[in-house]
């Protein structure tokens, strides 16, 4: 081919991908680098075109053939800054969108590709300036203002995000994608009923997008419709089998339902989700799938929270009663407290060194293999017990202050609180509530408020202690606060945001200390 004939083939492909056609515009492009293997735009465009079609690979090696035959076009920087951050190579897609910002500052595209490379690395207060600046240079940037309210979004900053996602959706009314992001921003700012307005408007415009099918489950969730939310993940698993994602919250979902024995088998899927890669641990040793373990030693590893920990370890007494020796790995701050758990021959801490055994078990599978139904649940309670010494040591302490609770009118209560749970939890919002809650209940004559919390949130006792009477005490070596509670039953009462460590009925159900839903970011 002549120069000509190969730059009108060029501009030909170049029309035809436009159009969508990428198969056509990939031969043209092939034809003319035969003819001319150096050819920078058709190398470029046929990168754009491959990953286009979801072969960010191979898209790579042809665009960056393309920037090196021509460093001095910014379009090309920037389009190999995309290609960089779709193959997960952050920093180097950092490197080229400054590069093409260096070659054309005012570049809007490239902005939005830099704040994509900062977010991806985690430097979402640059992110975020990067975006900005791209929405400023171009108002009507739908792409960068989505970005800016995701990033925002993530940030916590809610109300900022989700004006920026809602302009984002109005510039792209067709878009899927926008809906979503706005979805998820609603949901994360607790507004789960217009995320799922946002959600289904998302599956109406892009019916086999599997992670908004999840996304409006877990929202139907929070919203308390939960046969419509187990619909909708059944939906998103249709699409797509091995969505985890999916599978985890309709497992929350079922066991919502009281359909346990598929709730438990779902929950399994926990084991594939990004937030499980800290609890992974592999052992020569096989794992207990429920058979005999008679004369047999088993591990039983703690899992995600305190609160797990404590309700799931009702279960390691039904492996002691099979003839198992149960060792148990937990929390350090769990150890005193769960070696009183009958049936438990030895208790150890995470990365203490580990005993010989047969065979392991993560606590909360164990529901799975027992087959556990809201029928049978394990409820030989209490089977947590604190050291004797110290519930009567803060017995005296409570006499002390409150007087002796034989001695109290039927009307008077010393109340256990606790308000604040894991700041870091993604649920945490649905799960805490202030101190400054509490208030109306400490007017309530006869009452008396006791502080049980631990780490997190006990700043907030100094900002509330002029407003109501809060009793605070602390012991180094109580850790989780069992001690003081276990001077709470019968007589007083305990009220608490999240789990108890003792509980007042016994029939307590497993699933309450499972974990939230699970989103799929945009």
């Known amino acids: 081919?002549?120069?000509?004939?190969?730059?009108?083939?060029?501009?030909?492909?170049?029309?035809?991908?436009?159009?969508?056609?990428?198969?056509?515009?990939?031969?043209?492009?092939?034809?003319?680098?035969?003819?001319?293997?150096?050819?920078?735009?058709a190398l470029h465009f046929l990168g754009l075109a491959l990953l286009g079609?979801?072969?960010?690979?191979?898209?790579?090696?042809?665009?960056?053939?393309?920037?090196?035959?021509?460093?001095?076009?910014?379009?090309?920087?920037?389009?190999?800054?995309?290609?960089?951050?779709?193959?997960?190579?952050?920093?180097?897609?950092?490197?080229?969108?400054?590069?093409?910002?260096?070659?054309?500052?005012?570049?809007?595209?490239?902005?939005?590709?830099q704040g994509a490379a900062l977010e991806q690395l985690g430097r979402l207060p640059e992110a975020v300036e990067a975006y900005r600046r791209?929405?400023?240079?171009?108002p009507d940037y739908a792409?960068?203002?989505?970005?800016?309210?995701?990033?925002?979004s993530r940030m916590g900053k809610h109300e900022e995000a989700i004006e920026h996602l809602s302009r984002a959706a109005k510039l792209r009314p067709?878009?899927?994608?926008?809906?979503?992001?706005?979805?998820?921003?609603?949901?994360?700012?607790?507004?789960?009923?217009?995320?799922?307005?946002?959600?289904?408007?998302?599956?109406?415009?892009?019916p086999r997008d599997a992670d908004a099918y999840n996304n409006l489950g877990a929202a139907l969730q929070e919203c308390g419709k939960v046969p419509e939310a187990e619909e909708?993940?059944?939906?998103?698993?249709?699409?797509?089998?091995?969505?985890?994602?999916a599978h985890w919250n309709r497992g929350l979902a079922l066991l919502s339902l009281g359909r346990w024995r598929e709730g438990w088998i779902e929950y399994e899927w926990r084991r594939h989700l990004r937030e499980d890669v800290g609890q992974k641990r592999e052992f020569p040793q096989p794992a207990w799938n429920g058979s005999p373990v008679e004369g047999r030693t088993v591990l039983l590893l703690c899992e995600q929270g305190l609160g797990d920990s404590i309700q799931f370890i009702r279960y390691a007494p039904l492996l002691a009663q099979r003839g198992a020796k149960v060792i148990v790995e937990c929390q350090a701050k769990l150890k005193p407290l769960l070696s009183t758990v009958k049936g438990v021959e030895k208790v150890i801490a995470r990365g203490e060194p580990l005993p010989t055994f047969d065979v392991h078990a993560r606590l909360l599978t164990l529901p799975c293999i027992f087959g556990t139904t809201p029928d049978d649940v394990p409820a030989d309670v209490p089977y947590l017990h604190?050291?004797?010494?110290?519930?009567?040591?803060?017995?005296?302490?409570?006499?002390?202050?409150?007087?002796?609770?034989?001695?109290?009118?039927?009307?008077?209560?010393?109340?256990?609180?606790?308000?604040?749970?894991?700041?870091?939890?993604?649920?945490d919002r649905?799960?805490?509530?202030?101190?400054?809650?509490?208030?109306?209940?400490?007017?309530?004559?006869?009452?008396?408020?006791?502080?049980?919390?631990?780490?997190?949130?006990?700043?907030?006792?100094?900002?509330?202690?002029?407003?109501?009477?809060?009793?605070?005490?602390?012991?180094?070596?109580?850790?989780?606060?069992?001690?003081?509670?276990?001077?709470?039953?019968?007589?007083?009462?305990?009220?608490?945001?999240?789990?108890?460590?003792?509980?007042?009925?016994?029939?307590?159900?497993?699933?309450?200390?499972?974990?939230?839903?699970?989103?799929?970011d945009a």
Request: with cysteine; aromatic share 4%; proline share 6%.
């Open 53 to 113: 079609r979801g072969k960010a690979g191979e898209a790579l090696g042809l665009v960056r053939r393309s920037v090196e035959l021509r460093p001095d076009k910014a379009d090309y920087h920037n389009n190999l800054s995309t290609v960089l951050g779709r193959t997960g190579k952050c920093i180097e897609a950092l490197g080229s969108a400054a590069r093409a910002l260096e070659l054309r500052p005012d570049f809007p595209e490239a902005l939005s590709n």
């Open 143 to 152: 792409e960068a203002l989505g970005n800016l309210g995701n990033a925002l």
């Open 386 to 427: 604190v050291d004797e010494a110290r519930v009567q040591r803060w017995k005296r302490k409570l006499e002390e202050t409150c007087g002796p609770a034989s001695d109290a009118a039927p009307h008077q209560r010393r109340i256990g609180i606790v308000w604040q749970g894991n700041t870091s939890h993604k649920g």
């Open 1 to 41: 081919m002549h120069t000509i004939e190969l730059d009108a083939t060029v501009k030909l492909a170049k029309s035809k991908h436009r159009a969508g056609q990428s198969v056509e515009a990939e031969g043209l492009y092939r034809r003319v680098l035969k003819e001319d293997p150096d050819n920078a735009e």
């Open 430 to 520: 649905w799960r805490s509530v202030p101190l400054s809650a509490f208030e109306p209940l400490a007017q309530v004559p006869g009452v008396r408020l006791i502080s049980l919390q631990k780490g997190p949130g006990s700043e907030q006792i100094a900002q509330c202690r002029d407003r109501f009477e809060l009793l605070e005490w602390s012991d180094p070596e109580d850790t989780t606060g069992e001690a003081l509670l276990g001077t709470c039953f019968p007589a007083d009462g305990m009220r608490t945001s999240r789990a108890s460590v003792v509980e007042p009925t016994p029939n307590h159900s497993c699933a309450n200390e499972l974990n939230f839903c699970k989103l799929c």
């Open 174 to 206: 067709r878009s899927p994608h926008a809906r979503k992001q706005l979805g998820n921003a609603l949901r994360r700012a607790g507004r789960p009923s217009e995320a799922v307005v946002a959600y289904r408007l998302a599956v109406e415009l892009n």
């Open 134 to 138: 791209a929405t400023e240079l171009r």
């Open 232 to 245: 909708a993940l059944r939906t998103c698993l249709s699409i797509n089998p091995d969505h985890s994602d």
